[in-house]
């Protein structure tokens, strides 16, 4: 009896269950991020799926370290029956709805979970789960948002952006005009993807790295729709110089900030601010003197 125990729990011990494990969530999550590579034109989404991907890893990463995977006879049913059939739906490429897709997300993250630990023990994934969540959060958003208010808030700020630095620019309505060209703001081109983008990791990083201050969670919040505006405006603004001064190079130019993966410099420039403001915020709390105050 003491040598079966012993060699039970030496194989219960073994790394290799949590090796095959981190294996399945690494496979698991590159096929998610090929089939939206596959599926979507626009490299937001993909984008966003990297990113929540790497802080749900954040968040769960110190329950892999310390405990070994012993998933319950439901779960290792479920888990691997959501995996096959997440996995079946991903190879059909012609099936490109963002929002199903999205889903896939958090219905794989808790078929991991379940291929961990027993149901009961889930909510040591409660933090990865939710973060896996915001990739279909961020697609309602996108979907919710009123296009018109935000296309007609975006122009003006870019008007006044053109305007900052002695442009003759006029705006009317969604419409952003020079002498030579202009632009309309309207659908993708609004920054609500950029918004859905920031918000999404400003709760990441709430999630994966707390700040203790209710009045630091609510700044960078608030702050959130603020750094997307001024950069998607400078972003169009950008595009309206472009068009009103036309060139071979102009248009290719306007043709990769507007449509191809130059768009994704202003959402990465967006996002480093956003992270610039936050990892002060957490530097203050962290700091001895912040410490000692309270």
Same mark, same amino acid.
């Not at 095959?20 to 799926?49: D, K, M, R, Y």
């Not at 319950?72 to 490109?96: D, H």
């Not at 309505?173 to 950029?194: A, E, F, M, S």
């Given at each position: 009896?003491?040598?079966?125990?012993? #060699?039970?729990? =030496?194989?219960?011990? @073994?790394? $290799?269950?949590?090796? %095959?494990? *981190? !294996?399945?969530?690494?496979? +698991?999550?590159?096929?998610?991020?090929?089939?939206?590579?596959?599926?979507?034109?626009?490299?937001?989404?993909?984008?966003?799926?990297?990113?929540?991907?790497?802080?749900?890893?954040?968040?769960?990463?110190?329950?892999?370290?310390?405990?070994?995977?012993?998933?319950?006879?439901?779960?290792?049913?479920?888990?691997?029956?959501?995996?096959?059939?997440?996995?079946?739906?991903?190879?059909?490429?012609?099936?490109?709805?963002?929002?199903?897709?999205?889903?896939?997300?958090?219905?794989?993250?808790?078929?991991?979970?379940?291929?961990?630990?027993? #149901?009961?023990? =889930?909510?040591?994934? @409660?933090? $990865?789960?939710?973060? %896996?969540? *915001? !990739?279909?959060?961020?697609? +309602?958003?996108?979907?919710?948002?009123?296009?018109?208010?935000?296309?007609?808030?975006?122009?003006?700020?870019?008007?006044?952006?053109?305007?900052?630095?002695?442009?003759?620019?006029?705006?009317?309505?969604?419409?952003?005009?020079?002498?030579?060209?202009?632009?309309?703001?309207?659908?993708?081109?609004?920054?609500?993807?950029?918004?859905?983008?920031?918000?999404?990791?400003?709760?990441?990083?709430?999630?994966?790295?707390?700040?203790?201050?209710?009045?630091?969670?609510?700044?960078?919040?608030?702050?959130?729709?603020?750094?997307?505006?001024?950069?998607?405006?400078?972003?169009?603004?950008?595009?309206?110089?472009?068009?009103?001064?036309?060139?071979?190079?102009?248009?290719?130019?306007?043709?990769?900030?507007?449509?191809?993966?130059?768009?994704?410099?202003?959402?990465?420039?967006?996002?480093?601010?956003?992270?610039?403001?936050?990892?002060?915020?957490?530097?203050?709390?962290?700091?001895?003197?912040?410490?000692?105050?309270?």
């Amino acid at each position: 009896m003491r040598a079966a125990f012993s #060699l039970s729990t =030496l194989l219960s011990l @073994s790394p $290799s269950r949590r090796n %095959l494990w *981190l !294996l399945l969530a690494g496979f +698991v999550a590159f096929q998610h991020l090929l089939v939206i590579h596959q599926t979507q034109e626009s490299p937001i989404l993909l984008t966003l799926a990297f990113l929540v991907w790497w802080g749900a890893w954040l968040c769960s990463e110190d329950q892999i370290a310390i405990v070994e995977p012993r998933p319950g006879r439901i779960g290792l049913f479920f888990g691997c029956l959501i995996v096959v059939l997440c996995i079946l739906r991903g190879g059909n490429t012609f099936y490109s709805d963002g929002l199903i897709i999205a889903l896939m997300a958090p219905a794989l993250g808790f078929a991991l979970s379940m291929l961990y630990l027993p #149901l009961h023990y =889930l909510r040591r994934f @409660s933090a $990865s789960l939710f973060i %896996l969540t *915001l !990739l279909p959060l961020q697609i +309602v958003i996108y979907r919710l948002v009123p296009e018109q208010i935000v296309s007609l808030v975006t122009a003006s700020t870019s008007g006044l952006l053109l305007k900052g630095i002695g442009k003759d620019v006029a705006v009317e309505g969604r419409h952003v005009l020079l002498p030579g060209g202009g632009v309309i703001v309207h659908g993708p081109c609004n920054g609500t993807d950029i918004f859905s983008m920031l918000l999404v990791v400003a709760l990441i990083f709430l999630v994966a790295f707390p700040l203790r201050r209710g009045l630091h969670q609510l700044l960078v919040i608030a702050l959130t729709p603020i750094a997307a505006l001024i950069c998607n405006s400078a972003r169009i603004s950008i595009l309206a110089l472009l068009a009103a001064t036309p060139s071979t190079r102009s248009d290719w130019l306007f043709d990769f900030f507007h449509e191809n993966e130059g768009s994704l410099i202003f959402s990465g420039i967006a996002v480093s601010l956003l992270a610039t403001l936050y990892f002060a915020l957490l530097n203050q709390e962290l700091s001895p003197n912040d410490q000692t105050k309270h």
